[in-house]
């Protein structure tokens, strides 16, 4: 059973619009989330982290709701160079961060 | 500069032989990892060090081994290359357990 789950989408949406991903998770214990965006062939970049209070980067916003096990990143006002992929982590309490699979993003103009 | 560096960035090799995937690192971080990302998996993760005596087995360790030369340096081998090998192979750095992880830029394995 995978532990952190995302669609895989792709999420074809326009430029200018606002996109939402969730991402739930299994370990209750679970301390620390993050977003990273991943472009094709290269390495995974931190995006944001997730905080129980949320946290908002300029256009993007990430929310963590712990009674349901699941974390979400909102991105408005899209951008053709905000395509790309993007993995949800969740991180237990001791060395392990778990990555989905991601969800696909692709901005069209 | 970057602050996380794998070398090679492409390798293409023969079943059997054995390779071994270099990661170096100037952030100065106790853990390091070594993950493997294949098409529609995600990232696994195969080995992670929390120091220069502390190695650990990931979830997909068979097949692989690990070396910390010192906290800065962390290699990876496959002892006997095999086809399902073949995959995009990431190093990443962390100063602590509630840190994010630092990527290198990846190293391209071809097992032929």
């Known amino acids: 059973r995978k532990e952190v789950e995302q669609d895989p989408g792709p999420f074809n949406v326009p430029e200018g619009a606002t996109v939402a991903f969730n991402c739930t998770y299994s370990n209750s214990a679970s301390q620390s989330f993050f977003w990273y965006r991943q472009d094709c062939r290269k390495e995974p970049k931190l995006l944001m982290s997730v905080y129980s209070s949320g946290n908002e980067d300029g256009r993007f916003t990430a929310q963590l709701n712990r009674a349901s096990q699941y974390i979400s990143l909102l991105i408005r006002d899209s951008k053709l160079s905000d395509s790309a992929t993007y993995l949800c982590?969740?991180?237990?309490?001791?060395?392990?961060?778990?990555f989905g699979s991601g969800t696909r993003l692709l901005v069209r103009p | 500069d970057a602050d996380v560096t794998q070398t090679p960035r492409n390798r293409i090799t023969k079943t059997g032989k054995r390779i071994m995937l270099e990661c170096s690192q100037t952030k100065g971080h106790d853990r390091m990892y070594w993950y493997r990302q294949d098409p529609g998996l995600g990232l696994r993760l195969i080995y992670y060090s929390f120091d220069v005596k502390d190695i650990n087995k990931g979830e997909i360790s068979d097949g692989y081994s690990v070396s910390r030369q010192a906290q800065a340096k962390f290699s990876l081998s496959l002892e006997s290359a095999i086809p399902n090998q073949t995959a995009l192979y990431f190093c990443a750095t962390a100063r602590d357990y509630n840190s994010p992880l630092h990527f290198g830029n990846g190293t391209r394995l071809t097992v032929t």
């Open positions: 982590v969740e991180g237990d309490s001791s060395y392990k961060l778990i």
